[in-house]
């Protein structure tokens, strides 16, 4: 137990632990202080100063996210000195803004705006400060737009892209009035090492940072008659998306999340589920592969560990950051891009449809997935395989803009085919999912047994630290698998492309001897992706997990491999996983990438 | 360009490769450069593993270290307060009319930049300048003169 | 030269000194009698903050720590300061010495000087003389080594925590206080950062003892002072004087005849009017300085004073904050805007507000002091912003 400290604020005692900061103290109190620079998931930068307060005895107002409590504090959180202050300094930043807020992508949802309504900032009293900056827009990435008139200096993206995601793609460059947010030598994001992971843009408060939309297009081939337009679910989406349509964070909205689609006017509404089981079997197979060759033929030329491949945040960063590792990577497409590559062949010759005439949705949690969309490598059905990428957040504004009520929609069943889903494809969308759903299918093969676990549910590779090792032994093997007999695979699971750099700087150190390597470049996994609801933080994160189990925990095939469309389209059209048709559509290969 | 890779490796193993070091091995390259390269910034980031717009922001948060390209001579006027009152602007002016540039630029043969700075702390004998290194004290238009003759010379 | 009504001083560019004998005879005492002759000295920092210096050494001397440092600011960037460059080239060996004494105290066993790049002139010197102070070092069997770590042009690396981060290899952005120094300095260890001139008085104590010191100045300023003097002044220069004096008698001094204002403490000082001469004292009781003294005559536009100031702020903020950044660039536009009839003369009003918000809520202390040098303009000289 830590030491309490005694304090008031506005005249009410409170005691917290030693340490706290005067805002945590106040939240305690219920006394909402307003802050702007502070993030529940970053380390403290006390730079926008919007959270000054009085505190008796002190001649300047600190910031109270930065400045800890003490014995006998006496702080003041509603005086007149604080809220001149505080009106002075909104205001200060809205002369820096360019504050076209009905143009804005971010309308409604910006922080800042928030707090000038709440202040009543009626008439900017300063100077306008636009007309004298030179502000640059960056739109030239697939991903993310990056719009410095709309800046705030607050930092909260540097320090993601620092702490959480050890990328530092942006930066703080310059100083007084140039300081900017900048990336290297302020190159377009499309060029520097930028993952497109968008964190970011999660912890953006207003509109410098946001996903690139694809709405007008989505919406205009919805309405060609001569375009039949498919759409794919990540596992992750129907965790979340409520957040943005007033419903509370870890609401399942599955049901009522393909209601919206169909109104919304999709031709067909089908499911990502279907290929992250498509996925673990060529993936689950890929793995037993390189192990017998490590194993039994002694190939030297097999790579190991082999680390999972559906994150594309984390593909870009391998790319960047450890290209001598690319072989490493699982040769498995993501499930969005085998989705989108089944979509204009098979799914295409089942529908008796003409591939050129099929638009290929994918609804993501996720803003790297339209970077990934877009790499020449997947083209592999011969057209864009997937054509146009959404997020959570932008299926809800469509929702809105196509006014449903949606808490109020009735449940409906994803289409077939491609519609089919299972647990194991479910729990993709958290940390460690991947690594579960692989185990459930691959011991099974290898034993001919369930795995272990209670329920299925192998609860080691779960949880929210950063890193988490869990070694199986595999026992009782079928006789095509004996060289398994007695071995003990050792897996590790990270989130968070901080935590991936630990893990690759142990297999690079040579302190780890791995077979399978699980990373999501997001916090959380897919469910904190940075196409998600905003705001977000560790609470809300594990609620959507929460949910995701819970999924997985109400359906009734829990294993890949039991899927049955999967069964069909092996026996139909792919033959078998790493099959000649797999590896035409299914498979990839990854690029090196400069450092900087 | 090998010879940046070469002067970047050198400066790193003079320096170290922590944190620490950046601002050393920058102010070796602005010594030798008189000006950082995104290439040298590139190269600076990979030695030290860190990332490159943190090199890149840290660079041009200190007035010293240019990120633009600059001639041999730097010259940095003082444009602060005594400076100005004893006639900075004139020194100014006297050093545009004998090297065809204006303040900011460099001349063609990349042999001299002509900046303007904050107080040099040479205020009881304004105007002042430095010359890359070497301070230049009590300027009036005929001194000036002289001083960037004898730099032409060089 | 006569000092008719000013008492000079010669503590510290007096050549009299042995430092060797210094450091001998100080490491016979103890810290505990160190500190409390400083304490009795009444020495405050000399780079404008006026912190006791003893009390800095003592707080760092409590930490539990094995890693601690003394730093030398020589980052001297304040528009009108130049007496540490003139103390660095004239008497380098005082200043290693105080940072000696300080580094027995606390019990460090690295010191560091942070030069201004704008010095950068001075390293081979300093270098050399630093080299045959480590030889006395060794000597005397005192394990403590001194680097000297350049800057690179950055006003505002001269407030100690965006110093630590300068040097180690960040931009120079001030840090959230507390924690302060003396519990979590450079690379986060105990430090004790103090500027060059106040290191000089406290190896002058040392030699001296405190009386010396203690016997000038006033009770809330004791000491001497070494004052940099620029602007409208027929002797414009470096001079150490006793601390106490009026604006008044220092004009009778220093001025053309003709003064009507003196900046007292650089850019971030305080703007002394004619009226006010006889009544302000030079010290912590009136206006504090860091030593800046600069005087203007009539002919001089108090606007074009301030206008200038407030460049140097507007470029020289790390930016990080929002009172600073914002602040600086609205108050120029703001006396701009006045002066031209943009906006209405009570808009003066408006920025001094502002200027309040800046003082109260700036992140560090270069954010909160460009207020002083606004109000005292704006406030004395109204009409010079209007017409």
């Known amino acids: 137990m830590s030491k309490k400290i005694n304090l008031k604020i506005d005249g009410i005692p409170v005691a917290v632990d030693e340490g706290t900061t005067i805002l945590k103290a106040a939240k305690q109190l219920n006394i909402h202080i307003p802050t702007l620079c502070y993030h529940d998931d970053l380390c403290i930068a006390g730079n926008c100063r919007v959270c000054v307060v009085e505190m008796k005895g002190s001649r300047t107002l600190p910031a109270s996210c930065a400045m800890p409590v003490s014995e006998g504090m006496e702080v003041m959180t509603n005086t007149l000195k604080v809220r001149t202050a505080r009106k002075h300094i909104i205001d200060l930043l809205l002369s820096e803004h360019n504050a076209k807020c009905t143009t804005c992508y971010k309308n409604g949802k910006c922080e800042l705006q928030e707090l000038a309504a709440e202040n009543k900032i009626s008439t900017a009293s300063f100077i306008d400060l636009v007309p004298h900056k030179n502000y640059q827009m960056d739109a030239y990435s697939p991903s993310i737009i990056k719009d410095d008139s709309k800046c705030i200096r607050c930092q909260r993206c540097v320090r993601t892209c620092e702490e959480l995601q050890h990328v530092s793609a942006l930066g703080v460059a310059y100083k007084g009035d140039k300081m900017k947010i900048s990336t290297f030598f302020e190159n377009p994001m499309f060029e520097v090492v930028c993952t497109n992971c968008g964190q970011c843009v999660n912890r953006c408060p207003t509109g410098a940072l946001v996903e690139r939309n694809y709405l007008e297009e989505v919406w205009a081939a919805i309405y060609d008659p001569d375009k039949h337009v498919v759409v794919q679910t990540a596992p992750a989406v129907r965790v979340a998306l409520g957040e943005d349509l007033n419903l509370e964070p870890g609401v399942i909205v599955t049901g009522k999340m393909v209601t919206a689609l169909k109104r919304l006017g999709f031709d067909s509404v089908l499911d990502t589920d279907f290929t992250a089981d498509l996925t673990i079997m060529e993936e689950g197979f890929e793995l037993l592969t390189r192990l017998k060759k490590a194993l039994v033929d002694k190939d030297p030329s097999v790579k190991l560990p082999m680390a999972t491949s559906c994150s594309p945040g984390w593909i870009k960063f391998i790319e960047h950051t450890y290209p001598e590792y690319l072989g490493n990577l699982s040769t498995c497409k993501s499930p969005q891009q085998m989705f989108g590559a089944l979509a204009k062949t098979y799914y295409a010759q089942k529908r008796k449809l003409d591939p050129s005439k099929v638009v290929s949705i994918s609804i993501m949690p996720c803003t790297a997935k339209k970077f990934e969309a877009d790499r020449p490598e997947m083209r592999s059905s011969g057209y864009k395989d997937v054509d146009y990428v959404l997020t959570t957040r932008e299926l809800a504004i469509m929702i809105k803009q196509a006014g449903l009520e949606f808490a109020s929609l009735p449940e409906s069943h994803y289409d077939s085919i491609m519609g089919e889903s299972t647990g194991a494809a479910v729990i993709f969308g958290a940390t460690g999912g991947v690594m579960e759903a692989a185990l459930r299918t691959a011991y099974e093969v290898v034993t001919g047994r369930e795995v272990p676990f209670n329920g ?126 797999s590896h035409e559509l299914l498979h990839t290969h990854y690029k090196e990438r400069a450092r900087h | 360009m090998p010879e940046i890779k070469e002067l970047v490796k050198n400066l790193a193993s003079k320096h170290g490769k922590t944190r620490e070091s950046l601002i050393p091995i920058l102010q070796g390259v602005i010594h030798e450069e008189r000006y950082i390269s995104d290439e040298a910034m590139t190269e600076i980031a990979r030695e030290l593993d860190i990332s490159a717009a943190q090199v890149y922001g840290t660079a041009t948060f200190y007035s010293f270290l240019d990120t633009q390209p600059r001639g041999k001579y730097v010259i940095r006027v003082c444009r602060t307060i005594s400076c100005a009152m004893k006639g900075k602007n004139l020194i100014t002016h006297e050093i545009e009319d004998m090297l065809k540039i204006k303040v900011g630029e460099t001349t063609q043969n990349k042999k001299f930049s002509l900046l303007e700075t904050n107080c040099l702390g040479w205020c009881h004998k304004g105007p002042a300048m430095l010359i890359n290194d070497d301070a230049f004290t009590d300027l009036t238009a005929e001194k000036v003169r002289e001083i960037i003759n004898q730099y032409i010379k060089k | ?306 206008h200038n100031y407030l460049e140097f702020f507007e470029e020289e903020s790390c930016g990080q904050c929002t009172p600073c950044r914002v602040g600086c660039q609205q108050l120029i536009l703001g006396i701009e805007a006045v002066k031209k009839g943009e906006r209405h003369a009570s808009y003066l009003e408006h920025l001094q507000k502002l200027a309040q918000t800046m003082k109260i809520t700036a992140k560090c202390g270069l954010g909160q002091s460009v207020a002083n040098s606004f109000f005292s303009i704006v406030e004395n000289f109204k009409e010079e912003m209007i017409y």
């Not at chain 1, 079928?478 to 071995?487: D, Y």
């Not at chain 1, 003990?488 to 750099?501: C, D, M, Q, R, S």
Request: charged share 25%; with cysteine.
């Open chain 1, 456 to 581: 299925l549910n192998i609860t080691p590779v779960r949880g929210m630290e950063g890193v988490r090792e869990v070694t199986i032994k595999i026992e009782g093997t079928v006789p095509e698998w004996k060289f398994l007999e007695g071995a003990e695979l050792k897996t590790v699971i990270a989130h968070g492309l901080t935590n991936a750099k630990k893990v690759m700087d142990s297999v690079r150190d040579g302190k780890s001897n791995y077979h399978f390597i699980e990373i999501m470049a997001c916090p959380g996994g897919c469910i904190g992706g940075g196409g998600q609801p905003i705001p977000t933080n560790a609470e809300i994160r594990k609620k959507r997990t929460e949910a995701i189990f819970a999924e997985d925990s109400g359906m009734k095939i829990r294993k890949s491999h039991e899927n049955p469309e999967v069964i069909a389209i092996y026996k139909e059209f792919l033959e078998k996983p790493l099959g000649h048709k």
């Open chain 3, 1 to 306: 030269m006569s000092y008719s009504n000013l008492k000079r001083v010669d503590l510290i560019f007096d050549k009299e000194c042995n430092p060797k004998e210094i450091i001998k005879n100080t490491w016979a005492k103890s810290n505990d009698q160190i500190i409390n002759e400083l304490l009795e000295s009444g020495l405050k920092g000399r780079g404008g903050a006026g912190f006791p210096t003893a009390l800095k050494w003592k707080y760092t001397a409590e930490q539990p720590e094995p890693d601690k440092y003394i730093i030398c600011n020589a980052d001297e960037g304040e528009p009108g300061t130049f007496k540490d460059r003139e103390i660095l080239f004239k008497v380098p060996q005082k200043v290693f010495g105080g940072m000696a004494v300080g580094a027995k105290v606390i019990g460090a066993k690295e010191g560091f000087i942070y030069l201004r790049g704008e010095y950068r002139f001075l390293l081979p010197e300093l270098e050399a003389q630093l080299e045959s102070f480590h030889e006395i070092l060794k000597d005397l069997k005192i394990d403590f080594r001194i680097k000297i770590i350049m800057g690179s042009g950055a006003y505002i690396c001269g407030e100690e925590s965006a110093l630590f981060e300068s040097m180690e290899g960040h931009r120079g952005e001030p840090r959230n206080k507390p924690p302060y120094p003396t519990i979590a300095g450079f690379r986060s260890k105990p430090t004790v950062i103090n500027n060059v001139e106040t290191l000089v008085y406290a190896f002058m104590i040392c030699m001296h003892g405190a009386r010396k010191f203690k016997d000038l100045g006033t009770a809330d300023s004791r000491g001497s002072k070494v004052f940099s003097i620029s602007g409208d002044t027929p002797k414009a220069g470096i001079y150490e004087l006793e601390l106490g004096m009026t604006v008044e008698q220092f004009v009778e001094e220093f001025g053309d005849g003709d003064t009507k204002a003196v900046q007292v403490g650089g850019a971030s000082g305080f703007c002394v009017p004619r009226k006010k001469f006889k009544e302000t004292i030079i010290g912590f009781e009136g206006v504090p300085t860091g030593g800046s003294m600069m005087l203007f005559n009539s002919s001089r536009s108090m606007f074009n004073v301030l």
